[in-house]
Each structure stands twice: as structure tokens, then as C-alpha cells.
């Protein structure tokens, strides 16, 4: 099926940032082509406004642990988003919660059976459908910025692209249709802003229900590569902090708060 589905526009984003009652002062730049929409917000000067990047296509798209993400032009959504962390003490948490908000958006849009993949893969049929990457930048010694990146994948057509590292998916691979990407930026920036605005006033410990649906790691047998180790262990869920916590086969338990992790068949 032909993509017809729209450009990335200033103008639609807006109106429906509008059309979901987003009222905070926002700044939104949009690019045809940049290195990386990360990137970009962490260099640009400090503001007191929202400030989100979008672009068509990234040159140099970053994942975690120094990864590269794909970015096809005009296919996907490639969005970051600048705000202030409130609280220092509950930024390991900002990927858990950037992931629940673009979870309950595709709901919204009728895409459901999604997996979180701690701490921040989304997956569908055990495929990568969205990542997100958060960077943390310093205004001045107590004060921090917080840059959301998330890399949705929309409208490619996973049986024309394929990525050799991993298995992933796209939202046109799932639903057979293809989606308006601005219609998509705009619900998940309104979604993530008032899950951050939660996540600062009552802590992680509020999603901790809702984390729990979506677990995509509980009870499985997992490796953890952490700090120059790996670590064997059951998954027992997450911590009100945010961290996976991790049961040794000696009966300990470990809580990590960042790893690259891998299912044990
Ligand atoms: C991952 O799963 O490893 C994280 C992927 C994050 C990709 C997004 S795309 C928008 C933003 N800009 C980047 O360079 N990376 C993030």
C-alpha cells in the first residue's frame, strides 16, 4: 500500500497540540535532516520553555549504549523533548515513564499487546517497535535538563527494510495502515509532559501498577551485562525507583539501574 500519509508539519503539530489542550509554552523545531534530534536539543542554549525537535531523518541517530538508530526519511518519528527535572533522585525513571506514555497513546490509536522491555524498549511479538534515549545536561551545579528522545517506528515496511542486528517492527506492520506521525508527536508529547508532571509530584511508584501489565522480563531468566560483568539472575519485577531487580541463584537480589539485558531461553 502506497504511504500517503502526511509530512512532518510545524503547523499540524501544533494545531494538535492544541486540539488535545496542550497549554504550556513549547517551542517546536522540525528539520528534514539533522545528526541527531538528541543531539541537537542538548547543545541548543538553555530556555525556560518545552523545547521539542523533530526531524524527517537522523544522519546520526543515537540508541543506547552507543548504538546507531536507523532512521529512514519520512517514514518514522524521530522526536526529542527538553524539560526540567524536578528531582533529581527520580530521573531513573524517566525512560520507564516515556515508555508507559507512548504505550497508552498507541492504545488510544487502538495498538495494543505491546511488552516493555526494561528500561526502554518497547516490543511487539518480541520486536523492537520504539526506544527512547534520555540525556541529562547541566544548567549549573543543581540544576538539570532532562533531553527525551524517542524513536517510534511508523510507517516503514519491515518486509522492504531490514536492520541485520535486531528483530523490529513498525506500527504499518502491525495495523496494515499507516499513521499521521504529526497527529502521533503530538499525542506523546501532551502524554509524556503529564506523566512527567506525575512522576515528579508522587514518584515512579504511581506507574508501578500499570509497569506491571507491561512487563516484558518477569520471571524470565535473564543475563545483565552491567559495568564490565554479566550477571545471571531471575527477573522479579521493578523497584518504586525504577530499577530491575535482579534474584541471584544464591537467593539475593540485586536491584540494577542500567544494563544491557538478554533473555535466557
Ligand atoms: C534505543 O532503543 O537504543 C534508544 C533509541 C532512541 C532513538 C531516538 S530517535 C530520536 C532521538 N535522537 C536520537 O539520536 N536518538 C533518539
Known amino acids: 500500500m502506497p504511504n500517503n500519509s ?3 508539519s510545524k503547523t499540524e503539530i501544533l494545531k494538535w497540540l492544541v486540539e488535545n489542550g496542550f497549554k504550556k509554552p513549547l517551542k517546536l523545531h522540525l528539520f528534514s535532516s539533522i545528526d541527531s534530534t538528541n543531539t541537537y536539543l542538548k547543545t541548543l542554549p ?3 520553555e518545552i523545547e521539542i525537535c523533530c526531524s524527517e531523518t537522523q544522519t546520526q541517530g543515537r540508541g543506547r549504549l552507543g548504538r546507531t538508530w536507523h532512521s529512514p526519511s519520512e517514514e518514522n518519528i524521530y522526536c526529542s523533548g527538553r524539560w526540567r527535572v524536578k528531582d533529581l533522585n527520580k530521573v531513573s525513571a524517566l525512560s520507564l515513564v516515556c515508555s508507559l506514555a507512548v504505550i497508552d497513546v498507541l492504545k ?3 495498538i495494543t499487546d505491546l511488552k516493555i ?5 518497547i516490543l511487539w511479538n518480541d520486536k523492537k517497535l520504539c526506544g527512547n534515549l534520555v540525556e541529562l545536561i547541566s544548567e549549573n551545579k ?3 535538563l532532562a533531553v527525551i528522545g524517542i524513536g517510534l517506528n511508523v510507517n516503514s515496511d519491515t518486509l522492504k527494510h531490514s536492520l541485520p542486528d535486531k528483530e523490529w517492527c513498525s506500527l504499518y506492520e502491525i495495523t496494515g495502515i499507516h499513521h499521521n506521525r504529526n497527529q502521533l508527536i ?3 508529547v ?3 509532559d503529564s506523566y512527567l508532571d506525575k512522576l515528579w509530584t508522587y514518584g515512579f511508584s504511581i506507574f508501578l501498577n500499570e509497569w506491571e501489565k507491561y512487563d516484558y522480563l518477569k520471571n524470565n531468566i535473564l543475563e545483565v551485562k552491567h559495568h564490565q560483568t554479566t550477571i545471571k539472575g531471575k527477573a522479579c519485577g521493578i523497584t518504586e525507583q525504577g530499577n530491575l531487580i535482579l534474584e541471584l541463584e544464591n537467593g539475593a537480589r540485586l536491584n540494577l539501574n542500567a ?3 538478554s533473555l535466557k531461553k
Open 117 to 121: 522491555k526494561w528500561p526502554n524498549d
Open 142 to 144: 543543581n540544576e538539570y
Open 190 to 192: 501532551c502524554k509524556l
Open 6 to 8: 502526511p509530512l512532518l
Open 186 to 188: 503530538s499525542a506523546i
Open 46 to 48: 538553555i530556555s525556560t
Open 108 to 110: 488510544e490509536f487502538d
Open 259 to 261: 544494563g544491557e539485558v
